[in-house]
């Protein structure tokens, strides 16, 4: 298979692979300070709850700590760090990046798989640390941030 098709992944694919590596590369020290925050839409200022399910990963290449926040139905989020979940991260400069809910295939009433249909609402730009845009600053302190992000356009 062509090297190309590895940057075709599915974006729900593309997450799954970073938490596994991040799980095995041990994600950091587990004295870290507690992160939490609410994502919302910046035309509004509603939070993103039609983002349930999906991720936030914060990635600081200066700490070599990375984290891994579950998106729930309010659009708030906590952090965790490593295989064992452990809140907390160490003071510094973090990059972001948000995923939205990750459908999956589902069986049609032939038994077929097929992708169900879902309008996206995240532009794909905030699936990459380097195109997302998004940093974070954790201090030695219980940190609590707002994230804003814009929506698909139609």
């Known amino acids: 298979m062509p090297m190309k098709s590895a940057t075709r992944l599915r974006p729900g694919l593309r997450v799954l692979i970073l938490l596994a590596v991040l799980t095995l590369v041990g994600c950091g020290s587990s004295g870290g300070y507690p992160v939490e925050g609410a994502l919302v839409w910046s035309d509004d200022g509603k939070p993103a709850t039609n983002l349930a399910g999906g991720t936030v990963v914060l990635d600081s ?3 070599r700590t990375s984290g891994v926040g579950e998106i729930d139905k309010e659009g708030k989020f906590r952090v965790k760090v490593g295989a064992s979940g452990t809140a907390g991260l160490p003071p510094g400069k973090y990059r972001v990046l948000v995923t939205g809910p990750h459908a ?7 038994g077929a798989k097929k992708k169900p249909e879902r309008k996206e609402v995240l532009p794909s730009r905030y699936q990459t640390f380097e ?3 998004l940093e974070v600053t954790v201090e030695a302190k219980s940190n609590e941030f707002t994230l804003k992000l814009d929506r698909v356009k139609p």
Do not use: F, G, N
């Open 104 to 110: 999956d295939e589902q069986d049609d009433d032939r």
């Open 131 to 133: 195109t997302s845009r």
């Open 61 to 63: 290449p200066e700490t």
